[in-house]
């Protein structure tokens, strides 16, 4: 189990980060404050770049990092929202070595969040 000291607090019966076999399993994260534990404001876009700034702390207290994700699932409570997602997504990782990626959209998400993802990441080698 992975347990990032600096994300956000997890009352929930689930591990932030789970590595099996060479990958690492990140569970679903939303754009949470770590600090307050509530949403950011500021809509989709806010709350992308919160969930995978969320996301990079669980991959980086298991030794990892956004360049070893391998396969992302994002979750949009509005399909609509999905340009405005895409653009802020595309800053965080490299063109050309893009992780495979699905999208689906959802009817209600956790907290009233606009967006949540799962990632799972490749362990680099020691």
Same mark, same amino acid.
């Given at each position: ?20 076999n060479g990958?690492?399993?990140v569970?679903?994260?939303? %754009?949470?404050d770590?600090?307050t534990?509530?949403?950011?404001? %500021? ?9 995978i ?16 994700v391998?396969?992302?699932t994002?979750?949009?409570?509005? /399909?609509?929202?999905?340009?405005? /997602? ?8 490299k063109? %050309? ?5 699905? *999208? ?12 949540e993802? *799962?990632? *799972?990441?490749?362990m680099?080698?020691?």
């Amino acid at each position: 189990m992975v347990q990032p000291g600096k994300a956000p607090a997890n009352p929930y019966p689930f591990s932030p980060g789970v590595i099996s076999n060479g990958l690492l399993f990140v569970s679903g994260q939303v %754009g949470t404050d770590p600090q307050t534990g509530k949403l950011v404001s %500021g809509g989709v876009e806010a709350e992308t770049t919160q969930t995978i700034q969320n996301i990079k702390t669980v991959l980086e207290a298991a030794g990892a990092s956004l360049d070893d994700v391998v396969s992302v699932t994002v979750y949009l409570s509005n /399909m609509d929202d999905f340009s405005k /997602m895409n653009a802020i997504y595309k800053q965080f990782f490299k063109e %050309g070595t893009y992780p495979a990626r699905t *999208t689906v959209g959802v009817a209600k998400l956790v907290f009233g969040s606009s967006v949540e993802m *799962t990632m *799972t990441a490749a362990m680099p080698k020691k």
